[in-house]
């Protein structure tokens, strides 16, 4: 696919909307607003399985927006997609994600998708991992969350609508399972708190 030129920044944030089918009741909510899931926190979350390789578009297939992300991504802009469907988004503080993602690469887990916004980084994973998930700093996106996604291509210094990717989607359709993004996220931000007490001592 040849990429088109990317368009002038659009600063629209995601927007919630009522699971596909759905009759909404109310308002859209803002994604700068999410809303975490609640509920008790349990002692471990779901293991994470696999039903194969997916091909290249097989993370967003039951969502069924694949030709629109498709038409998106073909113009240069960005693809609405929403989260509780497919999968699940964690959001983590944007200063800890290329940590936590290194991290989850050095205990040998390969990351699934991890999108860089305004808000903070993104971590798609695997749908129902995050089943009693209770980490400081961070939130699950509520379902039917609209998250807006890039072309694949926009990683490193390249952004649409100030959006890019950390890892972006791959072939085979992995996502992170949340055991594992919890794990090294927790590690990274132990690191962070490790640093900055170290820092402040010196200062003294």
Do not use: K
């Amino acid at each position: 696919m040849t990429l088109s030129p990317l368009p002038a920044p659009d600063h629209r944030t995601d927007r919630t909307v009522p699971p596909l089918g759905a009759v909404p009741r109310q308002r859209p909510a803002r994604e700068a607003a999410p809303e975490p899931r609640t509920g008790p926190a349990r002692p471990a979350l779901p293991d994470c399985g696999t039903d194969g390789d997916p091909p290249a578009t097989g993370w967003l297939h039951p969502t069924g927006r694949v030709p629109a992300v498709l038409a998106a991504w073909g113009h240069g802009a960005l693809a609405e997609v929403p989260t509780g469907i497919a999968w699940d988004v964690v959001r983590v503080p944007a200063e800890l994600g290329p940590d936590t993602v290194r991290r989850l690469r050095a205990a040998g887990v390969r990351p699934g998708p991890v999108l860089a916004t305004p808000l903070g980084a993104d971590f798609v994973v695997a749908p129902g991992s995050v089943e009693g998930w209770s980490v400081a700093g961070t939130s699950v996106l509520s379902r039917g969350t609209l998250v807006l996604l890039p072309h694949p291509e926009a990683v490193g210094t390249r952004r649409v609508g100030n959006r890019g990717w950390l890892v972006a989607p791959d072939g085979d359709g992995t996502l992170t399972c949340a055991a594992d993004l919890r794990d090294a996220y927790t590690e990274a931000l132990a690191a962070a708190a490790a640093r900055e007490a170290a820092a402040s001592a010196e200062s003294v």
